[in-house]
């Protein structure tokens, strides 16, 4: 059973959940489907990634009952403002084939087209006539979130992040925490950089008898955010699950929250996601 956390508005979130972002075709519904048999009740998905269908067929195929799982999906950036957001909603609904989604979020805020404070203002009222459970942001700023607080009054339940040890995000975290906002964190093992042989990161995994992947995921835990990895690998996307039967020492955690800092993905100010 996976810890949970509780969002701002009375709903949970599991602390682990699985990223979807290369899930495709036939093999990519099976290996979620079993994903979902081993455990992983949070799936991450987005308009954006072109794979709402896989999702809901992986859903479906698992056996799972819908109300144990809990669907994120994402508006992408052409589909920003209050009507287009709404129209996606509905599109990403019947895609997933569900009628109703867990957590809906803001994928980017793209400051450069000024939707992103009509586009919240759609995603609360889907919230209130109840085809989305929670809503959120992903690759907000403070600033962003500001504004949305200021001009509507509805704090996100989530902001979801670029988030691992060499990116760990501390100003924003200690923003989210001073409003309820749970972080969640996405490339948590850090893509395609060396966070998996990062001495320090090997090091802890050693002291644990347990892979760098795991440690990684264990530091997020304990930072009390929301892990999002992925994997298309059966052996890794179980273990990545078993992280709960050890603990990193405060000297560890800090080690690993200070490694250099690099951000690996775009960035909130500039990036173009549509
Ligand atoms: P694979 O699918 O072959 O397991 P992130 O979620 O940070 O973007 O990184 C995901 C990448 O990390 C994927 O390419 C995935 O590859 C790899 N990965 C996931 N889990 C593990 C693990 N336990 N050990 C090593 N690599 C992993």
């Known amino acids: 059973q ?5 969002l701002n508005d009375g709903h949970h979130l599991p602390v682990l959940g699985l990223g979807t972002y290369a899930v495709q075709g036939e093999d990519g519904v099976a290996a979620l489907s079993q994903a979902i048999q081993d ?4 799936l991450d998905t987005a308009a954006s990634y072109g794979n709402e269908r896989e999702v809901g067929a992986a859903v479906a195929a698992s056996g799972v009952p ?5 669907l994120t999906s994402k508006v992408r950036g052409q589909d920003q403002g209050y009507d287009a957001a709404r129209r996606a909603a509905e599109r990403t609904l019947r895609d997933l084939g569900v009628d109703r989604l867990d957590l809906y979020l803001i994928h980017w805020p793209l400051p450069r087209l000024d939707l992103y404070v009509e586009t919240w203002r759609a995603l609360v009222d889907l919230r209130d006539e109840g085809l989305v459970r929670s809503v959120g942001v992903s690759n907000f700023t403070a600033e962003h979130l500001d504004r949305l607080v200021a001009e509507t009054g509805v704090v ?3 902001n979801q992040i670029e988030l ?7 100003e924003l975290r200690a923003v989210h925490a001073a409003r309820a906002v749970v972080t969640e964190s996405w490339s948590p093992l850090g893509r395609k950089s060396t966070v998996l042989t990062d001495p320090a990161v090997v090091e802890a995994a050693e002291n644990h008898g347990v892979s760098p992947a795991q440690a990684v995921l264990r530091w997020h835990v304990q930072l009390g955010v929301v892990a999002i990895p992925k994997s298309a690998n059966r052996d890794r996307w179980r273990a990545n699950l078993d992280i ?3 603990e990193l020492s405060a000297e560890e955690m800090e080690r690993l929250s200070s490694l250099e800092q690099v951000r690996l993905g775009g960035d909130p100010l500039t990036h173009e996601e549509f």
Not at 66 to 70: A, I, S, V
Not at 164 to 170: G, I, L, N, R
């Open 2 to 6: 996976i810890p949970q956390l509780e």
């Open 39 to 42: 455990g992983y009740r949070l």
């Open 66 to 70: 819908r109300d144990e799982l809990l």
């Open 156 to 158: 996100p339940a989530v």
């Open 164 to 170: 691992h040890p060499y990116f760990t995000q501390a």
């Open 244 to 246: 709960f039967g050890f």
